[in-house]
């Protein structure tokens, strides 16, 4: 059925119980696991009290996101190695966190993607969006949501 799961995280704890239980997915369906952390571009006009960021800042802020997101992709990495599940990471630079999942899912060639959903309110979701939703409307593959 599906050979390759990429499992997105954003280190939430819904994000986390969503690690283990797709990773309990992969091994019953003797699948591979691709945690995925998707980095936000971020404008080099980003203003504070009439600042604008510089390169140094904006780098040391990109470097400290990539740490987060490898500190994030080990729990998946720990996971995976405790079930014998194989497993690789990846951290991309997007526009969007929806972009990044599904252009990740492209990259290493998965047939699903296995994802926690925030579950926010209607509202708030109307208002701000949800990542699962945007990967929902847009993915070309199935999407497993994890509540």
């Known amino acids: 059925m599906f050979k390759r799961v990429l499992i997105p995280t954003d280190g939430s704890r819904l994000a986390r119980k969503a690690i283990r239980k797709g990773v309990r997915l992969a091994k019953r369906l003797g699948a591979r696991v691709t945690g995925y952390y998707a980095l936000e571009t971020m404008p080099p006009y980003v203003y504070t009290d009439g ?35 194989p497993c690789d990471t990846l951290v991309t630079k997007s526009a ?41 409307a847009r993915s070309r593959i199935p999407v497993l949501v994890f509540r």
């Open 51 to 85: 600042y604008i960021l510089s390169t140094a800042a904006l780098k040391s802020f990109e470097e400290r996101a990539r740490e987060l997101g490898r500190k994030y992709l080990a729990q998946v990495e720990k996971a995976a190695k405790a079930a014998r599940v």
């Open 96 to 136: 969007t966190p929806a972009q990044g999942i599904i252009d990740a899912a492209r990259r290493k060639r998965c047939d699903v993607i296995f994802m926690a959903s925030h579950g926010r309110g209607e509202v708030a979701a109307l208002v701000l969006g949800s990542v699962t939703q945007k990967v929902l």
